[in-house]
């Protein structure tokens, strides 16, 4: 059956510091990984991951995937209360329609 | 603007009662999905469809129903079949099915059984 895992499930931190956001996956036919953020309703397209060792960055947040591990981690530097989420990781596949596979979720509290 | 309309946003059902959720995009997107989320279960996947009048069950298709009559409209009706129906429902498409390409996501629609 395909999984995906999320850790920690939440987290609490304060503002400015960094967080590192897990995510291991088993899915058969593993196309590409994505990361979106969630708060309250939409969740938010933030990376998709397809090839193994290769830094997406996008300002503060940085995220970076190994085939050989089966994971991905999500960084989150220099945080602020706006990045407090829920953030979701999922798994594509090739031939599925663009089906996802998604894991639990990590909530993010960031405090002042 | 492009985007993914859910209506509507809150709705309430009670038992026995079929309701159906409005899905619409506006970016000529040729893949949509729905998406059931539950406390610390993350999402997961209804029924999805990959071009106009075709569909298919994803994970936890039972006491769902859908339609794909338009391309920018893909309806999704819960049953009374539906055992638990209270959940946040998620309404996403994308470009193409089969390109690797990112999921956009609706608002949502929450649903209370009264």
């Known amino acids: 059956e395909d999984k995906v895992v999320q850790s920690p499930l939440s987290l609490v931190v304060h503002e400015g510091d960094t967080v590192t956001l897990n995510c291991s996956y088993e899915?058969?036919?593993?196309?590409?990984l994505l990361w979106y953020k969630q708060e309250k309703k939409a969740p938010t397209f933030l990376f998709m991951l397809?090839?193994?060792?290769i830094e997406k960055k996008s300002g503060r947040l940085s995220s970076i995937l190994d085939k050989k591990e089966l994971s991905s981690i999500l960084n989150i530097t220099a945080t602020q209360t706006g990045d407090s989420a829920i953030y979701l990781c999922a798994g594509a596949l090739y031939n599925q329609g663009g089906k996802l596979i998604f894991g639990q979720g990590t909530e993010l509290s960031v405090k002042p | 603007d492009g985007g993914i309309t859910q209506s509507p946003k809150y709705l309430f059902r009670k038992e026995g009662q079929n309701v159906t959720l409005s899905c619409e995009q506006n970016?000529?997107?040729?893949?949509m999905y729905w998406y059931r989320q539950d406390p610390g279960q993350g999402l997961r996947l209804i029924y999805y469809?990959?071009?106009?009048?075709?569909?298919q069950k994803g994970d936890i298709a039972e006491g769902y129903s859908v339609s794909r009559e338009k391309k920018e409209s893909f309806p999704l009706t819960v049953t009374s079949a539906q055992k638990n129906p209270t959940a946040f429902y998620l309404c996403a498409s994308s470009i193409q099915g089969n390109r690797n390409t990112e999921a956009f996501f609706g608002q949502g629609t929450r649903l209370t059984v009264v």
């Open positions: 397809t090839s193994s060792g």
């Open positions: 469809s990959q071009i106009v009048n075709d569909f």
């Open positions: 970016l000529n997107h040729d893949a």
């Open positions: 899915v058969t036919n593993f196309r590409s």
